[in-house]
């Protein structure tokens, strides 16, 4: 067995449209990023690739490249998931980090996606606000933490 954690952080801006998980979420703002800012599949990716031992997803996806831009972070985790073949996924554990858009009534929506991206694993989501505290209070950012469990396949 093996354990991975991953966190990221985008920040909100007008003109994006917004996709957490895989899911575009209806909201007038959206995650700025190279790719299209998914934060949450960021941080299952370096959570993925932590429990491996293979690096992080800036070393796969270098934001310098621009065969990456606008990249859907769903084809970046196919990617990942294809170089970590040689583990099954036991468990993903997610908290997310948003003052807005409320993300609650849509957690678990965002887990069955992230589970079907993953081939059925299976995926818990959290939603928190950060209490109006820092970047993501302020409304300024979405920020998520992840938490991957790998056994050998
Ligand atoms: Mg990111």
Redesign the pocket.
């Known amino acids: 067995m093996a354990t991975g954690f991953g966190f ?3 920040r909100l801006v007008a003109g994006r449209t917004l996709v957490i998980g895989g899911l575009k979420i209806d909201h007038p703002r959206g995650l700025e ?1 190279h ?1 299209d ?3 949450l599949l ?2 299952v990716i370096d959570a993925l690739l932590g429990a491996a031992g293979k690096g992080d ?1 800036g070393d796969r996806f270098p934001d310098s490249d621009p065969k990456f831009k606008g990249i859907a ?1 769903a084809k970046m985790l196919a990617s990942v998931l294809h170089d970590v073949g040689d583990w099954r996924i036991v468990n993903v554990d997610v908290t997310l980090l948003a003052e807005e858009p409320k993300l609650g009534p849509r957690k678990r929506s965002i887990a069955a996606n992230v589970s079907k991206l993953l081939g059925g694993a299976p995926v818990n989501v959290k939603a928190k606000t950060a209490e109006g505290l820092g970047p993501v209070g302020n409304r300024e950012a979405i920020a998520c933490f992840a938490v991957v469990e790998l056994a050998k396949a």
């Open positions: 990221d952080i985008h990023g790719s800012g998914d934060v960021h941080a997803i972070s």
